[in-house]
């Protein structure tokens, strides 16, 4: 069974101590940034800002804590420093290349005997 084949859409942030990462619908962000009266819960693609630890926007992602969004945009509330993300930040869509493979692992090798 295929598996992939799906756009990823993020917009990312580079800070002044912190790489900061949220995933966005990008046609949504596009018509947000020139009309705010869109709902954020159409732009965004889950409530969570992620941190790459200045990895640039390949890095792994961990939960940036409230800490490091008070140091980074003098609020820990996760909406204002959204809203900062979104205006500020670069989109980057990347696209997911199909994959083959099985399921279950545990099934051991798939040829007759």
Excluded: C
Excluded at 86 to 112: M, V
């Amino acid at each position: 069974m295929t598996r992939g084949n799906k756009r990823q859409s993020k917009v990312f942030y580079k800070g002044r101590t912190e790489d900061f990462v949220i995933f966005v619908d990008a046609t949504a962000v596009q018509n947000w940034r020139s009309d705010h009266s869109t709902p954020l819960a159409q732009v965004l693609d889950g409530w969570k800002i992620f941190t790459s630890h200045q990895h640039g926007s390949q890095g792994i992602h961990d939960e940036a804590s409230s800490a490091t969004l008070e140091h980074e945009f003098g609020t820990s509330n996760d909406q204002e420093a959204i809203l900062n993300i979104l205006e500020q930040g670069e989109i980057q869509e990347s696209f997911n290349t199909e994959r083959q493979g099985i399921k279950n692992e545990s099934q051991g090798p798939r040829w007759s005997h």
